[in-house]
């Protein structure tokens, strides 16, 4: 177990540094996923920067996830979805979305512009992954940028998520895959909430540093 995302963060960099990326880019997955980049970034010396996707639920279940969107609005399909919604409802969905995405992120980076990721070696981080659904919309919306490598670093996730995750990077780091996963939380001794002011002010902090 990790005692919190900050010990996290540092177990994460740590096996990061093997990999010895040229000006590496540290996209983080909001909110508990800031908390977790910021270490990373920190013992990079790395650029941080968020990076969304959300769920699409069904619509006799708005907690049963058929899909996911990345901020471009780009659909991606549960590949466990045969409950037959009409492909016009997620469409729907997805372009609202788009628009909460866009106005999230707009906030968490206080209206700055997204960091450019053509041609950076690119770390993607989150808190953990349970199915990755969300991750992979956001893992396939990084790859459209034409990164020069991408890598996923995650404290804990199931094998089977991260095995579903492999193709679409260069490397993955995830040190804890458990055989019986319920949640992430359960792999953290202090899993507090993480607040939208918090990873506003984690941001701009970031932004500060390099200006």
Known sequence: MFRDRTEAGRVLAGALKEYEMDSPLVLA????????????????????????????????????????????????????????????????????VRKAIERSLAAFRSNRPEKPIQGMNVVVVDDGLATGLTAMAALQYIRRKEPRRLFLAVPVAPQETIESLEPLVDGVICPLRPPVFYSVGEWYISFDQISDEEVRRILDEFAEKTH
């Open 29 to 96: 997955i909001p909110r508990g996923g800031v908390v977790v980049g910021r270490e990373v970034a920190l013992a990079l010396g790395a650029p941080l920067d968020v990076v969304m996707a959300k769920k699409i639920g069904a619509p006799y279940n708005p907690e049963f996830a058929i899909a996911a969107a990345g901020p471009d609005g780009k659909v991606l399909f549960s590949p466990d979805i045969r409950d037959g919604t009409p492909r016009s409802y997620v469409m729907d969905r997805a372009a609202e």
